[in-house]
T-cell receptor
Framework: ETGVTQTPRHLVMGMTNKKSLKCEQH?????MYWYKQSAKKPLELMFV???????ENNSVPSRFSPECPNSSHLFLHLHTLQPEDSALYLC??????????????FGQGTRLTVV | AQTVTQSQPEMSVQEAETVTLSCTYD???????LFWYKQPPSRQMILVIR??????QNATENRFSVNFQKAAKSFSLKISDSQLGDAAMYFC???????????FGGGTRLMVKP
């Protein structure tokens, strides 16, 4: 257990559905990340939040909408996804404030299948 | 933008032997951090070892050690006395000095043969 919790662990959704992924950490970290891990591709950074502000959007399609209401929670809202969006979505957090302790802690991921 | 490259998609090693996983990166920063993460089949990513760029001494954690060549922007991971439990995906990662921009390489799948 790393201290980063993701729910749900598995999600199957239709292309017209709207769903949300949730990530929660109580490590006192200020930076939170969403990554997409596909079978045949490297780990792709999607979004970065620092102190609740989005600091990075790695050219992610608008059908993915992140939300960071506070430093402990991060959401990824999904709507009108495509089958190629099926992947493992990983959330991570790190100190993010210039502290030397910059290790990132990861959740177990949400396995998303779009049908 | 920073990039991290792992040129070996797959590696295999005999149990108890030593294996080295390669990683190169590109950055214009002088201060940064490098990491090796392990992702076993359970898929939870865990930190294996960390290196601060300002430290010349190579990091070591038990059977895991790195060869950090700052000028060459190279950061390889050596696993000694390989064990079956070392079988996993290994990711090299980079972050800036603020620790808020973690970038990963494509990963190397390590197989350990009994």
């Amino acid at each position: 257990e790393t201290g980063v919790t993701q729910t749900p662990r598995h999600l199957v959704m239709g292309m017209t559905n709207k769903k949300s992924l949730k990530c929660e950490q109580h490590l006192g970290h200020n930076a939170m990340y969403w990554y997409k891990q596909s079978a045949k591709k490297p780990l792709e950074l999607m979004f970065v939040y620092n102190f609740k502000e989005q600091t990075e959007n790695n050219s992610v399609p608008s059908r993915f909408s992140p939300e960071c209401p506070n430093s402990s929670h991060l959401f990824l809202h999904l709507h009108t996804l495509q089958p190629e969006d099926s992947a493992l979505y990983l959330c991570a957090s790190s100190q993010g404030d210039g502290s030397p302790n910059t290790e990132a802690f990861f959740g177990q991921g949400t396995r998303l299948t779009v049908v | 933008a920073q990039t991290v490259t792992q040129s070996q998609p797959e590696m295999s090693v005999q149990e108890a032997e030593t294996v080295t996983l390669s990683c190169t990166y590109d950055t214009s920063e002088s201060d940064y951090y490098l990491f090796w993460y392990k992702q076993p089949p359970s898929r939870q990513m865990i930190l294996v070892i960390r290196q601060e760029a300002y430290k010349q001494q190579n990091a070591t954690e038990n059977r895991f050690s790195v060869n950090f060549q700052k000028a060459a922007k190279s950061f390889s991971l050596k696993i000694s006395d390989s064990q079956l439990g070392d079988a996993a995906m290994y990711f090299c990662a980079y972050t800036n000095n603020a620790g808020n921009m973690l970038t990963f390489g494509g990963g190397t799948r390590l197989m350990v043969k009994p």
